[in-house]
């Protein structure tokens, strides 16, 4: 039984590029949230969504940043025209419902160079 | 807001000493308290998850307590061995009504010498 799966599991950008972040939940969970780390503090929430949905974004920053989890495939979160404050690791957790467990993947580092 | 901090940020033993890590929470509206574990480079696994109804829970050599009319949880580490270094993060889950974001510790970051 696959756990969370993120990919890439490291990603390089220059200044200004895109990041995709890719999240598959674990089965039978519709519930995904997204998580940061920056260097040397602890995780902070970003966003939760559920298929086709965004529940609560308030942890994301406004600009820049965009959530997805559509009907089919995995949750993607999506950074435009990155900047070096981006550069941090970035978790997903699954549930199967709102208030269950969360099951955490093995996080994307992102670095910008 | 809910706000939660671990103490100490950082904790060296000798193998075999038993050890406490602390965590606390300024909001008592909690639906359950969880403790992990980080290694370096890694995701979290999940430790010992604790409902707001419970003390305690038990796995193996780790411990976990909770005081929720006081903000309060502790880890308890029995007969550390080396392979427990890690960072030990504690997080909150909200009240029922209130969203299912879990807010982090920014962890303890324990060491344990051979």
């Known amino acids: 039984n696959a756990g969370v799966m993120q990919n890439p599991r490291h990603l390089v950008r220059r200044r200004g590029q895109e990041a995709r972040l890719r999240c598959s939940p674990m089965?039978?969970?519709?519930?995904v949230y997204w998580y940061r780390q920056l260097p040397e503090e602890g995780l902070k929430f970003m966003v939760y969504l559920q298929k086709e949905n965004i529940i609560d974004e308030s942890g994301m920053p406004k600009e820049r940043f965009s959530a997805e989890f559509p009907k089919e495939g995995p949750s993607i979160l999506r950074i435009q025209q990155v900047v070096r404050g981006d550069s941090a690791a970035y978790f997903c957790a699954s549930s199967q419902i709102g208030l269950q467990p969360q099951h955490f993947g093995d996080g994307t580092r992102l670095s910008i160079l | 807001k809910q706000e939660v901090t671990q103490i100490p940020a950082a904790l060296s033993v000798p193998e075999g000493e038993n050890l406490v890590l602390n965590c606390s929470f300024t909001?008592?509206?909690?639906?359950?308290l969880q403790w992990f574990r980080q290694d370096p480079g890694k995701g979290l696994t999940s430790l010992l998850l604790i409902q707001s109804s419970q003390r305690e829970q038990t796995s193996g050599r780790l411990n976990a307590s909770l005081d929720k009319s006081s903000g309060r949880s502790t880890l308890y580490i029995a007969a550390s061995q080396p392979g427990d270094s890690a960072t030990y993060l504690c997080a909150v889950r909200p009240g029922e009504t209130s969203g299912s974001r879990l807010t982090f510790g920014e962890g303890t970051q324990l060491t344990v010498n051979p």
């Open positions: 089965k039978g969970h519709s519930h």
């Open positions: 909001d008592s509206a909690i639906y359950n």
